[in-house]
């Protein structure tokens, strides 16, 4: 038998390979929360838990502070049909679009989702020039028309000028890195290296672009880049507020435009609480006009989509230019030029849709700007995570090896449910957490414990099963398979207490039953007696036809084993009551059980030989309890204990009923009838008992009258209680006053039959 803190050492080692794991799985899915060691598994995760988010909180509806001048189909048609034709149209066709916006319909601001990085040749006027230098170059008067219409046919000056004193924003694009071409030029930088070191942030950085005609950037009151970034899964969720190129930032198309509006007011850096410009991380906010742009390490933003395509008001560029358009629908709005037309590729995939074109991109960070909805993701929510990945995850793994499958499953989800809202609740607030390595380390760890349950501890439920099932009930093998280890079928000596029981007049009864009805008959009793023992923790030894041999205290230790054997004693002659009534209805004769028990050293284990094993018990302690269950008829007693059961149990209150030496042994035992423990047993039987009591010790002082005298009381007042043992008192006083024990008699009487 393990002592208790063996149990404790053997148990935790059972559970040690869960609660490793356990660990291990939370470091791993910590140490990808801190970025050492990369899972893009867990980062595809997070983005498609952070669109999940986005699309259950966007707010949905049209914001109609923003209208989109489309480039689309219907103005990509033929100029017959209403369109304007192919791309790119004639300069001087997006300068009247540009007088069409300002002078008719008063708009606040225009930002071209557009580059215009060539020069514009459809006017024919670079092939007049050519003409007039070389192959007419001595014709004066040619050079001299030329030189008239010559401003009418610069369609690039025409468009640059109508940019003049006019908010223009015009969009430029940074090349791939490794491209360090050049086209074009780009708009003034907003910062310096100096302003943003290196030590503070870890922005995008690009050695090349395509921007604009200068004669164009020029005239535009402010420029910005059209870049994204584009996740590993393709989705784009965020847009570089700035981007470095040779030691200095360059704003994007929407903080441009954001920025116009407010006034071209200087960006300010905004830096998290005791943070300073040598913290990495430390700049939380930009100041754009007093409006707060949250930005992250990379100096990116989220985008805040509204919704699906279509959560601005689009408007075809041919309709404007042909003041088709009713002017209220574009006064005072902001302006965004671009394209959904397919064949000119500026359609993306987002959170709200796989074909999403890129200017509502930009009129969703514009709006976001503005009105301060833009999410941010400090870099204290890194270290928040990673810490609640290793305390929920260590706490998990501490936990989970301990409860059942249930409890274990309820806890589980619960944390997962929890983590969630928390993360949910956060995000509404404008903070965005990881939460795909919290989730994932936290159903990691209960999946391990669920399989390991399953495949590991449950193969060892099927050994203890396989082993101890048709002995134990099946709570106690429930409670055997928690610590497999603890139990073998080996031989050992332990201290037991064991049952006998015995349906008296078995063979008499047998033989008025056939066969079949017998059968119902042994099992409609056997049946109950067995429950009352599972339900007492107790352990089947065997049935003997009508026979049934019991234990406890094995092969789980239980201190109690003498109280749950007499306690199931006492039970089984209820049930025996209960079951009498049921056989008179079915024309059953009734039984009576004779019930034996004593405790002592035994050994238990598996016995028998190669063929067939057996759990069972041997020693004197079995012997002797086998026959006091033979002996119960003799004294009309149900039940009859060992003076070894009786001493483990001073609340029971008990009869002596004699002292005996039993087939075998020279000793005489002391023999007992149970009668109830403390409180529960009628004044009627105490007064009995003391009555017996004196009687007996009477008898054992060989005075035979006195004892005579009150075993007749007894007999006459207190049958009830014992008339059998009261007469087998009467007649042993007769047998002794003729044939006297002599001295040093101790009152024991030897009892020959088995």
């Given at each position: 038998m393990n002592s208790p803190k063996m149990q404790f050492i053997q148990g935790l080692k059972r559970k040690l390979p869960r609660?490793?794991?356990g660990f291990l799985f939370a470091i791993l899915f910590a140490s990808q929360a801190g970025g050492w060691i990369p899972l893009p598994l867990i980062d595809r995760l997070d983005g498609m838990i952070y669109d999940v988010r986005l699309r259950l909180t966007a707010p949905g509806g049209v914001d109609p502070r923003v209208v989109i001048i489309d480039i689309d189909e219907k103005s990509l048609r033929e100029r017959e049909l209403g369109g304007e034709g192919r791309w790119p149209w004639p300069r001087d066709r997006l300068a009247l679009l540009l007088d069409r916006l300002f002078d008719d319909y008063n708009v606040s601001l225009t930002a071209f989702d557009v580059i215009f990085s060539e020069r514009d040749e459809s006017s024919g006027m670079r092939v007049l020039e050519k003409m007039v230098n070389s192959d007419f170059k001595g014709d004066q008067k040619l050079k001299s028309q030329y030189e008239r219409i010559k401003p009418s046919l610069d369609f690039d000056a025409k468009f640059a000028q109508s940019m003049k004193d006019r908010p223009v924003v015009l969009?430029?694009?940074f090349l791939n890195p490794g491209d360090t071409s050049h086209k074009g030029s780009l708009s003034e930088p907003v910062m310096t290296s100096e302003q943003l070191p290196i030590t503070l942030v870890s922005p995008m950085i690009r050695e090349g672009f395509t921007g604009n005609l200068n004669s164009l950037q020029k005239l535009a009151s402010?420029?910005?880049h059209i870049n994204p970034i584009i996740d590993s899964d393709g989705i784009i969720r965020r847009i570089p507020m700035l981007v470095e190129y040779r030691d200095h930032f360059y704003q994007s198309l929407s903080l441009a435009s954001a920025r116009t509006l407010l006034g071209s007011m200087p960006i300010k850096e905004i830096f998290a609480n005791g943070a300073d410009k040598n913290t990495l991380g430390g700049l939380e906010f930009l100041d754009v006009g007093g409006a707060l742009l949250p930005i992250d390490v990379e100096l990116t933003s989220f985008?805040?989509?509204?919704?699906?395509?279509?959560?601005?008001e689009y408007i075809s560029a041919s309709d404007v230019l042909n003041k088709s358009v009713p002017k209220e629908k574009l006064e005072g709005k902001i302006i965004l030029v671009g394209t959904t037309a397919p064949g000119l590729l500026d359609l993306r995939a987002t959170p709200v849709g796989n074909a999403y074109p890129g200017v509502e991109i930009h009129a969703n960070l514009i709006t976001g700007i503005l009105d301060g909805t833009i999410k941010q993701a400090p870099l204290w929510t890194y270290a928040a995570n990673l810490i609640l990945i290793l305390i929920s995850g260590l706490l998990m793994a501490l936990i989970l090896p301990a409860l059942?499958?249930?409890?274990?499953?309820?806890?589980?989800?619960?944390a997962l449910g929890a983590v969630?809202?928390?993360n949910l609740y956060v995000y509404q607030a404008g903070i965005v957490m990881p939460l795909a390595a919290l989730l994932s380390s936290l159903l990691l760890i209960y999946l391990i414990n669920i399989a390991y349950g399953y495949f590991i501890e449950s193969r060892s439920k099927r050994l203890i099963t396989g082993l101890f099932g048709q002995y134990v009930p099946p709570e106690l093998v429930d409670e055997m398979a928690q610590n497999p280890a603890n139990f073998s079928m080996e031989g050992e000596s332990r201290e037991l207490t064991i049952l006998f029981s015995d349906v008296r007049g078995f063979t008499t009864i047998s033989e008025s039953l056939d066969a079949k009805t017998l059968s119902e008959?042994?099992?409609a009793f056997l049946t109950p007696f067995t429950k009352v023992i599972y339900k007492n923790r107790g352990t089947i030894d065997k049935y003997m036809g009508d026979c049934i041999m019991a234990f406890w205290g094995a092969p789980i230790s239980d201190a109690d084993h003498a109280r749950q054997g007499v306690i199931s004693a006492f039970e089984m002659l209820k049930a025996m009551e209960e079951l009498n009534i049921e056989f008179v209805k079915r024309n059953w004769p009734p039984i009576k059980v004779g019930i034996g028990l004593n405790s002592g050293k035994v050994s238990v284990g598996n016995m028998g030989s190669e063929i067939r094993l057996a759990y069972t018990v041997m020693g004197d302690a079995v012997n002797l309890a086998s026959r006091l269950e033979g002996i119960t008829k003799e004294y009309g007693v149900a039940i009859i204990i060992g003076e070894e059961t009786q001493k483990h149990l001073p609340d029971l209150i008990v009869r002596e009923l004699d002292k005996v030496k039993v087939k075998g042994k020279d000793i005489a035992v002391t023999i007992y009838e149970p009668l109830g423990f403390q409180g529960?047993?009628?004044?009627?039987?105490l007064t009995a008992l003391t009555l017996f009591n004196n009687a007996l010790a009477s008898y054992r002082a060989q005075q035979w009258d006195e004892a005579e005298s009150q075993f007749e009381i007894l007999l006459a007042d207190h049958a009830a209680t014992g008339e059998v043992l009261y007469m087998l008192y009467l007649d042993r006083i007769d047998h002794l006053r003729d044939n006297p024990p002599g001295y040093g008699w101790d009152g024991s009487f030897t009892f020959t039959k088995k």
């Open positions: 609660v490793a794991l969009g430029f694009t402010d420029g910005g985008i805040p989509y509204r919704g699906p395509y279509k959560s601005f059942s499958p249930m409890w274990g499953t309820l806890l589980s989800f619960s969630t809202w928390l008959f042994i099992n529960k047993v009628s004044e009627a039987n």
